[in-house]
């Protein structure tokens, strides 16, 4: 995932920049990839359920 691709990270990108601490960017990355894991989650479920009855 890139945060380059997504506008909303900006504010983060430029905290991380401004104080030389990669981690505020590393969270955005992380966030995002949890959100996407969550997501593929559910529609797996939902695929599962909608495959038994």
Known sequence: ???????????????????GN???EREIVLTLE????QSRKTE???QKESVEF
Request: aromatic share 4%; charged share 30%; no cysteine.
């Open 44 to 46: 797996h479920v939902a």
């Open 1 to 19: 995932m890139n945060v380059e691709n997504n506008k909303g990270d900006v504010p983060a990108r430029n905290k991380s920049l401004a104080t």
């Open 22 to 24: 990669p981690d505020f």
């Open 34 to 37: 949890v959100e996407e894991l």
